[in-house]
């Protein structure tokens, strides 16, 4: 299980599905995720199914849940998403914090150890982070871990960067 000094990781299980449906239905959340819109109880048990899914293909990748340990709480949910990026498959360092918990660098935290982990564990020298134009937090998030801007696409009607841990990527 990852870990830093203040949060860990674990992976989902059934009896998240209230946590992840709180952060589904918050429009602050999922302004930049997705197509920007909630999602109902239905579509949180299929995010659900599509984050167990993900497990199958590797137990280290998925969205798994961050745990504060000061508060022994969810406050959000990171890790290791496959993508297909035009055709091609990349690893996606992804991370969501509830509202609540924005601004104390849980974030950074977050994502720098899963770049770390990724690299040093999986061997994986090209990681990605997908991120809608818009959302400057997440932005600065993956410069500050070391990541660079690629490129531009769109994806699911809105357009994306693409900020990689390899400036070779494309």
Known sequence: MLQTERLKLRDYRDMDLPFLSSLLVDERMM????????????????????????????PDYGLKI???????KPIGHAGLVPQEIKGKQRIEI?????????GKGFATEIAQALKEYGENNLQLHQMIALIQMGNLASQKVAIHIGMTKEREIERKGKRVNIFSTDDKLF
């Open 31 to 58: 302004k930049y995720i997705g197509n920007g819109k909630t999602r109902n109880a239905e579509e949180a048990r299929d995010f659900l199914n599509w984050i167990y899914a993900s497990y199958a293909i590797h």
């Open 94 to 102: 992804g991370y969501w914090i509830a509202p609540a918990y924005w």
């Open 66 to 72: 961050i745990e504060w340990k000061e508060e022994r």
